[in-house]
């Protein structure tokens, strides 16, 4: 009898110590634990085996905080867990190969852009002209600081710069976002100007004569001669678009076809709504 009792003793001993054997426990980083007995750690993975079973299961150390083994042994891995991604400062509008820098805000600073130079009947555009139009808005407001101050204008190298590292050119700067730009430019104020024309020919014709005739034995003799020329001229019909542009609110807008039909008669038009943008004191 005495040996029936011992003999359970040991069978429920065994039993005991079994159900409360510890084991490895593997941390997450998204706070799960798996409870298993980890047989290999590799710098790029680690095995492990779960109670019971024999299967080998392989998890990549990336998603690992730390390991607390069964002996009290804890081993930390240098990864940190997981945190959501920070909200892009710039608009996917803008070029996604760019990674544009928010740069540091100019109060009182007017960036002026490339101001697109198309052509109404094939869309054709030029970046010749889309920069030397901006480079003649930008002469006419320095040229006239004492008119617009407090305000200064941002030189158009820097502007450009800044434009150019953020993947953003004459062809697409109409396609991004005010907000965006300011924040490009670092800038509180933008004119953004834009020239559609069409281009037709004329071509006018002079002439003049002479005829001189006398009677000679009954018969017309004399002299006849005539002569012409024609030119040909080049109309352009212009229409500029004007938008000034204040911490992102729109606060002047106008469109303005020149009378004369000049080559050059779009300046005209940018010199009389500079005058009457609201930034303009006389």
């Given at each position: 009898?005495?040996?029936?009792?011992?003999?359970?003793f040991?069978?429920?001993?065994?039993s005991?110590?079994?159900?409360?054997?510890?084991?490895d426990k593997?941390?997450?980083?998204?706070h799960?634990?798996?409870?298993?007995?980890?047989?290999?750690?590799?710098?790029?993975?680690?095995?492990?085996?779960?109670?019971?079973?024999t299967?080998?299961?392989?998890?990549d150390?990336?998603?690992?905080?730390?390991?607390?083994?069964?002996?009290?042994?804890?081993?930390?891995?240098?990864?940190?867990?997981?945190?959501?991604?920070s909200?892009?400062?710039?608009?996917?509008?803008?070029s996604?190969?760019?990674?544009?820098?928010?740069?540091?805000?100019?109060?009182?600073?007017?960036?002026?852009?490339?101001?697109?130079?198309?052509?109404?009947?094939n869309?054709?555009?030029?970046?010749?002209?889309?920069?030397?139009?901006?480079?003649?808005?930008?002469?006419?407001?320095?040229?006239?600081?004492?008119?617009?101050?407090?305000?200064?204008v941002?030189?158009?190298?820097?502007?450009?710069?800044l434009?150019?590292?953020a993947?953003?050119d004459?062809?697409?700067?109409?396609?991004?976002?005010?907000e965006?730009?300011?924040?490009?430019?670092?800038?509180?104020?933008?004119?953004?100007?834009?020239?559609?024309?069409?281009?037709?020919?004329?071509?006018t014709?002079?002439?003049?004569?002479?005829?001189n005739?006398k009677v000679?034995?009954?018969?017309?003799?004399?002299?006849d001669?005539?002569?012409?020329?024609?030119t040909?001229?080049?109309?352009y019909?212009?229409?500029?678009?004007?938008?000034?542009?204040?911490?992102?609110?729109?606060?002047?807008t106008?469109?303005?076809?020149?009378v004369?039909?000049t080559?050059?008669?779009?300046?005209?038009?940018?010199?009389?709504?500079?005058?009457?943008?609201?930034?303009?004191?006389?």
């Amino acid at each position: 009898m005495k040996k029936m009792l011992a003999l359970l003793f040991a069978i429920s001993t065994v039993s005991v110590c079994a159900q409360t054997k510890k084991i490895d426990k593997i941390i997450k980083k998204d706070h799960s634990v798996i409870e298993a007995t980890v047989s290999k750690i590799s710098d790029k993975s680690i095995e492990y085996v779960f109670s019971g079973e024999t299967l080998v299961n392989s998890l990549d150390v990336s998603q690992i905080v730390r390991i607390e083994f069964a002996n009290g042994r804890k081993q930390n891995f240098n990864s940190a867990p997981a945190e959501a991604p920070s909200p892009k400062p710039i608009a996917e509008s803008v070029s996604k190969s760019a990674s544009p820098e928010v740069q540091i805000l100019k109060p009182n600073t007017i960036a002026v852009l490339p101001a697109p130079f198309v052509n109404s009947e094939n869309l054709s555009s030029s970046e010749e002209m889309a920069k030397f139009a901006q480079s003649d808005i930008y002469n006419k407001l320095v040229a006239k600081l004492t008119n617009i101050f407090p305000l200064v204008v941002q030189d158009v190298r820097t502007t450009n710069s800044l434009l150019r590292k953020a993947g953003i050119d004459y062809k697409n700067i109409d396609e991004t976002p005010i907000e965006d730009l300011q924040r490009i430019l670092g800038v509180d104020n933008i004119l953004a100007a834009k020239v559609s024309y069409s281009l037709k020919t004329m071509q006018t014709s002079t002439g003049f004569g002479s005829t001189n005739a006398k009677v000679e034995d009954h018969k017309i003799k004399g002299t006849d001669f005539s002569s012409a020329n024609s030119t040909t001229s080049s109309l352009y019909d212009y229409n500029v678009y004007f938008d000034f542009y204040k911490n992102t609110s729109k606060i002047y807008t106008e469109t303005r076809s020149p009378v004369f039909k000049t080559k050059d008669a779009w300046m005209d038009s940018i010199s009389y709504l500079l005058k009457r943008c609201p930034i303009y004191k006389k």
